[in-house]
């Protein structure tokens, strides 16, 4: 995806506006209660963190965590630097260099530079757009198992795919687990925002208590990415006994901002309420006008705030980079996220982009004419 | 160190005063100026830092480094999430798995944490306390370095040891990595904090530019540990390449502290100055005090805040819980450092005990005269 920043920025050298849905920044400001409570911090001094975190802080992640019936002690939830740290040390936790991770892709981009940085090989199992990203049947994930898988990562609700897994989804990938032993990487950054139902967590499943590890974020929930924090949690005390280890080589997340997270841990529920509407409301707006234009594929999305959409072209990558530097429509344009980037084996997603749900609905609308204008202008040229 | 803390808690428990010298968590209350501007911060939103950085962080610390004589392009300077994150960056970026990175022992004890969560072995240059941790002959340091060495780390000021390299000593070190082709990983976490002459560092060596590493913090030299916020520098372009993706696969550090700092790291004199005079003094009554002690082997420090101490005991270990759990003065006893977790090397260290001035001249008076009446109650016992 950064290789298209160059041309972001070139365009608006130019003077054209850029509708940027290629980033999953939010722009939803956060609870005002967060930088409230950091501005209520009295110092003087900013030491640092415990390295299993604030004891008010973990704390006010249990009572979070409590809302999803979902019971933890302090020892098995560790806050960390947004949730990018906590992906780490949980594949670190259960892999040695050269063990592989089995992923369903396309999936989240750094989930590949964290692979290679640790020396962990990813395992795609592919899904399909046109299949709306559904699980292929079990055996056909069993095939993609070796010795040295360790573990699976499930990214849910879903990025880049939106999409959420099914109550028989998530069992068939614990029964996955307990068969070939492995750890089950939850990665539920997302949890709160989905379009109906209650969320889930992979932590209500009995039967892998000692097999999964989640990690979490504030960053989408309460829409405060630079606040870097997020959390780890294990019932499995090894594993949570290695990532203290890892936790305490590195001292300690944020002081500042473990603060000013408490009241809003403590007290989720209308704020994400209010975010999952205000995406499910985009959601909508881009899937009508998305319908509305010749050979797209789009199936509607369940959680998250991405919708990833099959255009009639041969290169996503190429219409990207010409929709950035050779169309304009009365000085503006759409900048998004061509698929390839989300995909571990090379040549797939070719097709598709993602968009990221960043700019209100009347925004969204106007981003998907221009699109479709844009995918006119393409196929003339 | 880590096992001393639940003797440190019992013994709060029972109600003793424990004067805690065992960690470098500065007392110093940090320039008021960091606080002022986080609160200033108007949000609403709390979005992702630029993964290299905001660009007004970035040209403060290029401000400061400028104040040293380095002249630096923005790409070659990265923020970090503290040192922590500068040190595993920088040896990742320099090692596959299996290779070696030269330490000089006693050494901060997270260098361990990381090689070992990176698959990294050390090869520790063993210094001694009674040659005041001067570096051996060039020879013996050559000798300890196979073909899988990659890089040479050097933390200077020293912690635990709280010497400062001399030119000559810096001079060799760069001779020894152009012979053998090797990196040097400069940690200059505590470069300001010196208690005569300027501060140097390891990019001021022109022959070499591209093999210099420095990762550095905020944490020591504005007694801001919880800020998390350190940096990385190179000038070579394939190590600053390397990095960067890594700092793009954790996608930012904290936000609102990148921003709090800007103001300290413009104008850091007065502030580094202060606090380097307090420690000085702090270090003056420490080894004044410690020179009464029988048995005592204590040589002067030059900079950092740690001083490390031989004491007439087999086990520096046993001691240290000793003080804990059995002994105390008027209702107060200390706390210190064995030094054996800052050795790779085992059964190196057991004698000695590293103390923070991390409490006031006053109160280190008091903790030395305690340590010494810990001593003969120790030897009694």
């Known amino acids: 995806m950064r290789k298209f920043l160059p041309l972001i920025?070139?365009?608006?050298?130019?003077?054209?506006?850029?509708?940027?849905?290629?980033?999953?920044?939010?722009?939803?400001?956060?609870?005002?209660?967060?930088?409230?409570?950091?501005?209520?911090?009295?110092?003087?001094?900013?030491?640092?963190?415990?390295?299993?975190?604030?004891?008010?802080?973990?704390?006010?992640?249990?009572?979070?965590?409590?809302?999803?019936?979902?019971?933890?002690?302090?020892?098995?939830?560790?806050?960390?630097?947004?949730?990018?740290?906590?992906?780490?040390?949980?594949?670190?936790?259960?892999?040695?260099?050269?063990?592989?991770?089995?992923?369903?892709?396309?999936?989240?981009?750094?989930?590949?530079?964290?692979?290679?940085?640790?020396?962990?090989?990813?395992?795609?199992?592919?899904?399909?757009?046109?299949?709306?990203?559904?699980?292929?049947?079990?055996?056909?994930?069993?095939?993609?198992?070796?010795?040295?898988?360790?573990?699976?990562?499930?990214v849910n609700p879903g990025n880049p795919t939106g999409t959420v897994l099914t109550a028989p989804e998530r069992a068939r990938i614990a029964e996955i687990a307990k068969k070939k032993n492995l750890f089950i990487i939850a990665d539920e950054t997302y949890r709160d925002i989905i379009f109906s139902g209650k969320p889930t967590t992979m932590l209500s499943d009995g039967s892998v208590l000692d097999r999964v590890i989640v990690v979490d974020s504030a960053s989408k929930r309460f829409s405060l990415p630079g606040a870097r924090i997020g959390c780890v949690i294990s019932r499995n005390t090894d594993v949570m006994g290695a990532i203290l280890r890892f936790c305490q080589a590195r001292l300690s997340a944020g002081t500042l901002e473990q603060f000013g997270l408490i009241p809003l841990l403590k007290n989720h529920r209308a704020?994400?309420?209010?975010?999952?509407?205000?995406?499910?409301?985009?959601?909508?707006?881009?899937?009508?006008?998305?319908?509305?234009?010749?050979?797209?594929?789009?199936?509607?999305?369940?959680?998250?705030?991405?919708?990833?959409?099959?255009?009639?072209?041969?290169?996503?990558?190429?219409?990207?980079?010409?929709?950035?530097?050779?169309?304009?429509?009365?000085?503006?344009t759409v900048a998004v996220a061509p698929m390839p980037g989300f995909y571990w084996t090379p040549g797939l997603g070719r097709s598709d982009v993602r968009i990221a749900f960043v700019l209100n609905e009347g925004k969204m609308r106007e981003a998907m004419r221009l699109l479709a204008r844009g995918l006119a202008a393409y196929a003339q040229r």
């Not at 302090?74 to 991770?101: Q, W």
């Not at 509305?292 to 980079?321: C, N, R």
Request: charged content about 20%.
């Open 271 to 332: 704020y994400v309420r209010m975010a999952a509407g205000r995406y499910k409301k985009r959601h909508d707006v881009a899937v009508q006008e998305l319908k509305k234009i010749p050979g797209v594929i789009v199936k509607p999305a369940q959680g998250a705030f991405y919708l990833t959409v099959g255009l009639p072209v041969e290169s996503s990558e190429d219409f990207t980079a010409f929709m950035l530097s050779d169309f304009s429509e009365k000085g503006k």
């Open 9 to 154: 920025l070139d365009a608006e050298r130019r003077g054209i506006t850029v509708l940027k849905l290629n980033v999953g920044d939010p722009d939803l400001s956060p609870p005002p209660a967060f930088l409230k409570a950091v501005k209520r911090y009295k110092g003087p001094q900013v030491p640092y963190a415990p390295s299993p975190g604030f004891q008010e802080h973990v704390s006010a992640w249990l009572t979070y965590y409590r809302t999803l019936g979902i019971s933890l002690k302090p020892g098995e939830l560790i806050p960390t630097v947004g949730c990018a740290e906590a992906i780490m040390y949980a594949m670190m936790a259960v892999t040695d260099p050269g063990d592989e991770v089995l992923v369903f892709e396309p999936f989240y981009p750094s989930y590949k530079s964290f692979a290679k940085m640790i020396g962990v090989n990813l395992r795609p199992v592919t899904l399909s757009l046109k299949n709306n990203y559904a699980l292929p049947p079990t055996k056909d994930i069993l095939a993609r198992i070796t010795p040295k898988t360790k573990a699976i990562a499930v």
